[in-house]
Each structure stands twice: as C-alpha cells, then as structure tokens.
C-alpha cells in the first residue's frame, strides 16, 4: 500500500487550515501495516479540530495500537474546499498518520456524538470509494462499525452502517478485532454475513441487516431478528471497573487550534442524577468512580507528558466526583507538578459549586464557568427532575463572582414539557438577579444566559413527549429578547430552533429515515451541525419525496404501547421505570438519586450484572439538600434536592 502524500500535499496551498490533515501530533502511533493485523481506520465525521479532542476515539486508538494483531490510524471530515479539491484530483479519503487510502482499512469505526453529522458519515464513506449502503458491500469492502450515544437508536443510520457498538467501548473493540482478525485469516473464500453473524454475537453489538423491519401505515410494528441466532434485544456493553482503563495514557497533543484543547482526565462515567431530558445520564448508568489516586497520577504524567498548563476534570457531574475537592487542590497547589496548573470543570452541578472549590480555582487562571439550571422556574426544574433552587444558584453565583470571575454563563432548555410562558421569562428573570448578585463584587459583571431548543432523546422519560415546532421554539426566544432588552450586564444567545428540530428527526426517526438522509447528502447538505452549512429546506424536500412528515416523527406525542424504533436495543432502563418517570414529570414529582436511596429498579445494574450499592457517605452538601420540605406537586418528599448539567 502506497502513501497518498505525493497527492496529497500540493492540495494544502489551497485550502484552509492545512493543518488539519497532515498529522504528526505529540502522541500520535505511525503504525506499521502486516499480516496478520486488523487495520482500523478511527473516523470523526467532523472536522479535525471538532475530533482531535474526543476521548472515545482516542482511547480506541491506544487500546487497537496496543495490541500485536491490530493497529489504528485516524481520519477526520475534510472541509468544504478540500474535499472539493480531493474530488477533483482524485484524491480519496486518507488517514492522518500515513496518508494512506481509506480503502486500505479493513475496519472503518465512527464515532456518533450528535446526529447532525449522520450526513457527514454517509458523505465520507462516498468519499473513500467505498458503497454507501451496507447491502452493496462484499468482502473486499472495508466493514463499517460505529460507537457513541447516537447509537442508543442508530435506525436512522441502519441502511449505511454495518455494525453498532451500544456502551462502553474498551472491551467489545477487542472481541471485534479477534472476529475479523480470525475472518480475514479464511482467506478469498471468506463471506461477509458469517462476518456480520459473529458480530451479533457479541455482547452490545447490533447488526441492523440481521434484523427485519414492519410497518403498519405510517408507524412501526415491530423490529425482529430474522434468524434464531440474533437475540431479540441488544444489551448494552458497560465497564465494571473504570480503574482497570486509564486512558488514553497518551492523549495527543495538536498541532492547530482544537476545541477543549487541554489535558483532559476522566473521573466517573455514569450519572444517577436523574435529569429527564438528558440522554447521557440515563444511558450511561451505573456511576462507575476512578480511583483519587489513579486520577491524580494520571493528571501528573499527563502533564508532564504533553506541557499543558489547564486540565479539565470531565464526567457527567464532576462534582459529584467524591475527592473532588482534595484533587482541585491537588491540582492547584502543585500536587500534580512544579508547574501552575488551573482546573476546569466542565460539568458544574449548580448547588454543589461550594466556595471552596470556587477559591481553590481561583488560585491558577480562571477558567470560564458554566452553570446548567435547565429551567427558568422552579416548577419547570421539577418536571425535568433539576431539582436546583434559586437560592442554590444564587449561592453558587455568588461564591464565583466573590472569588473574582466577572464573567458566568447559564445555560436553559426551552421547548421542555409543560413548558408555559412564565417558565420561559423565568430564564430572564434568573439572569437578571444574577448580575444584580454581580455587582456586589465588580463594577460590570456579564452574565450570559444560553438557550437551546430541547430534543427528546431515546431512553429518557422524555422519549414520549412531542417536540416544539420551529416557530414555537423561535416564538419563546423572541419572549426571551424582549425580556432581556435594556437589561445590562445580561447577554442572550441561543441555538437556532430550525436546527434543533432537524436533530429531532434523527434522534426518534426510525429506519425510513435513512433514505432522507441520503436526500439530503445528495443535495450537498453536509456539516450540518455548521450554521453556515446547515439549511432546514433540504430536509423538508427529503421528508416530503420521502412521504414523510416533521409531525409524524417529531412533533407528536407517543402513547405509551406504541413501539419506539429503539425498543430492540437496551441501555439498562426498564422501559416501565422510563413511562412512570414520565408521568411522575407530567405530574411534577421528583424522585431522588439512587446513590443515596434504596434501587428504583431502573436496570442499570442489574443488566450489567452489577449490584446496587447505595453510597455509604452522604451526599454532597447542597443548600436545600435534605430540607424534608414537601416540594412535588404528588406529595412526594425529595429528600436531596440535587442534581447535574447534562450532556445534551
């Protein structure tokens, strides 16, 4: 196999950011081609500086190029002028260690984070010369795998993708390269469905082909398996003991400006917060804690390997991480190094943002802040379970601006369910008395209120609801601007409605969705997560050559017996524990953390085959944590009125 270089590199002069694509990072692995290793060529189907960043792929990545019968190299989407460029010289889709055709790899692996990229996935599989549709593909085509949350309904993307990864990745990767590391070894005669069979067989691996679709009119019936051997329901795969997966040990350092360009180290995985709207907390339970000690380690080679003066300290609620504290001093005092060092915490739970932590950052550079309480009102913050109050926030803002940030930003939800008017001036109202909290501290605090469409999401208690329109959705910003006008100190932004719809489509589509996506590539609708690329037009022509509609798959409110395109597919959730949490939210109840209470049954662990403990400390302070006071609508009494931001 021959390098694409010599075609490659006059292409660079012409295009922005070259370097995007040339590689070379501290970090990377040039691995060396043979016999009797499973290529893999890892893709995000986005830009470079979008993926470097993105931890899944790059902990594949260590994990594949660690092993003597496997190797890895990365690719990311080329941008708008070099793919045109590559198209026009001939040029197909080529890896970033050592440029080599995408068709080299036996194993293409996307990672799906938003599904907005769907069309990118479909645009770079076309762009390595390969079939777009599972079904042309024989064996001498490369096999097309994916991972990440999308995956939790990935019907939308069954027509072009081989194989999906649900869960946790690190171990099923291996079990995935010993089936075509043995596939490959049979030879010419090899056959790709027995490929596929064995892939099914894997724990947490769905093969859409191996599964029949019906219809009945405009709704789903039924997704079985069309053989005896595919099980009825895909499982989940879930890591049992993070400390045993310290990556990546080598986190690649960029050559180019990226987003979240900083030493990042995971602390948990998993949230029991139970936020309604967010995906990532209920498809990601159990929460599963890395050891102080093994964070703290690898915060200090980290470090020392890649000079980075700022580490991010991420999960779903890095604050709920139980030695937070004593590792953001750890951090600051030069526990971790003879460098200055500052921390960023990506995911703030409002109410635990205590002054000390406030403090102990404010001891290296200040880093931005970003506090998530959701919803405007404390009634809409019960139904979606952020059970956060005023004086929670309040607290938390305060202790920031005292400890000399000027600036904070609060990110909303608008379009939740039950959402009424005053739920959405309420986000105005938060914001104003925050700077007002401001200016006791500095003489022109910023605060900026961030707003974003909400979206159901598959395997949330919100599955059910029925999406906001893209007028309505603009409608309550528009009430929002008003609010907000003449009103100093306060900035407003938001996500554009027409795009959260889109995603809407994607994320609750079932397998007929596949052909509008397709529509849409075809009419050059790629980087649709890009405003300047994103045009809501394209879908409306797909859906309607498709015979489709935005009301049929977004906007209508599912009943509680029909069949959803995910049922097949399992995140550990108990569908009967999602529908009581959605009439519990319909009735404004709030339910407590699992952590700290007897299990709710949801599934989580006990289809993980782990057992639910329930934490032998308390839960973290919090300012009405454990009032006892009678705050839901059905008479329920949450005892820890905590919770999380979510990853939307």
């Known amino acids: 196999m021959a390098t694409l270089w010599p075609s490659i590199e006059p292409l660079l002069d012409g295009v922005s950011k070259p370097a995007r694509y040339i590689g070379g990072e501290q970090g990377a692995t040039v691995p060396v081609h043979g016999e009797g290793k499973v290529a893999w060529l890892v893709i995000y189907p986005d830009t470079y500086e979008i993926g470097l960043p993105n ?60 599904e907005l990229v769907y069309t990118n996935v479909v645009n770079l599989i076309d762009l390595a010369g390969v079939p777009i549709h599972a079904a042309a593909r024989t064996a001498d085509d490369p096999l097309v795998v994916a991972g990440g949350h999308c995956t ?9 993708v081989d ?62 398996p069309r ?102 001093a750890a951090v600051v005092g030069g526990g971790c190094g003879d460098q200055r060092v500052s921390v960023s915490l990506p995911s703030l739970r409002v109410d635990a943002f205590t002054v000390t932590t406030a403090t102990q950052i404010a001891h290296a550079r200040r880093t931005g802040l970003t506090f998530a309480p959701e919803g405007g009102t404390w009634r809409m913050r019960r139904v979606i379970n952020k059970l956060i109050t005023e004086e929670d926030l309040y607290g938390a803002v305060d202790a920031a601006f005292s400890n000399g940030w000027r600036r ?13 008017d005053e739920d959405v001036l309420g986000i105005a109202a938060l914001a104003r008395r ?53 009103a100093r100190g306060v900035s407003l932004r938001w996500h554009d409605p027409e795009a959260s719809v889109a995603e809407g489509l994607a994320s609750r ?38 015979g489709l509609s935005f009301e049929e798959i977004a906007h209508r409110e599912r009943s509680g017996d029909e069949v959803l395109p995910w049922d097949h597919l399992s995140a550990g959730l108990h569908k009967d524990f999602l529908w009581g949490d959605w009439q519990d939210a319909l009735a404004q109840v709030s339910v407590e953390d699992c952590r700290w209470t007897p299990c709710y049954d949801c599934g989580a662990c006990t289809d993980a085959g782990l057992e639910h403990v329930v934490a032998s400390t308390t839960p973290p302070a919090g300012g009405s944590q454990g009032t006892g006071q009678d705050l839901s609508a059905g008479g329920r009494v949450p005892v820890h009125l905590v919770s999380a931001p979510g990853d939307r």
């Open 434 to 486: 925050c700077v007002e909290i401001g200016r006791r501290h500095h003489r022109a605090p910023t605060v900026v209120a961030s707003v974003g469409g909400f979206v159901p999401k598959a395997h949330t208690p919100f599955q059910w609801f029925g999406q906001d329109s893209a007028s309505e959705l603009r409608r309550k910003i528009n009430l929002l601007k008003d609010a907000c006008r003449g």
């Open 408 to 420: 904070v930003k609060l990110y909303f939800l608008i379009g939740l369910p039950t959402e009424r």
């Open 163 to 224: 194989a999906f990864v649900l869960g946790d990745g690190e171990e099923v990767v291996g079990e995935m390269n010993e089936v075509v590391r043995d596939w490959l070894a049979t030879g010419a005669g090899r056959s790709r469905p027995a490929l596929l069979e064995a892939f099914a067989s894997l724990e947490g691996v769905y093969v859409p082909s191996l599964y029949g679709v019906t219809y009945d009119g405009p709704r789903l019936t039924s997704v079985t």
């Open 509 to 546: 589509g079932d397998r007929r969705m596949g052909a509008v996506i397709e529509r849409v590539w075809r009419a050059g609708g790629t980087f649709q997560e890009w405003s300047e690329c994103f045009d809501l037009g394209r879908w409306e022509e797909a859906l309607a050559a498709e």
């Open 55 to 114: 931890q899944g792929l790059q902990i594949l990545y260590e994990l594949l190029n660690e092993r003597p019968d496997a190797l890895a190299e990365r690719s990311y989407a080329p941008w708008l002028d070099m793919e045109a460029a590559m198209r026009a010289a001939g040029v197909p889709l080529f890896s970033v260690e050592n440029h080599l055709a995408a068709r080299d790899f036996d194993v293409f692996a996307f990672n799906l984070s938003a």
């Open 227 to 328: 053989t005896p051997q595919v099980p009825e329901r895909v499982v989940k795969r879930t890591i049992a003991d993070l400390a045993e997966w310290p990556y990546p040990k080598r986190q690649l350092v960029p050559l180019t400006e990226v987003v979240h360009d900083r030493l990042n180290v995971e602390v948990f995985r998993g949230c029991t917060r139970g936020c309604r709207f967010c995906q990532a907390g209920m498809i990601t339970r159990p929460v599963r804690e890395r050891p102080a000690t093994q964070v703290r380690a690898m915060i200090r080679s980290g470090l020392e390997r890649t000079g980075y003066d700022e580490v991010a300290l991420t999960s779903l609620s890095t604050a709920d991480f139980s030695s937070i504290e004593d590792t953001v």
């Open 152 to 160: 939790f309904n990935p019907e939308p993307l069954a027509d072009f």
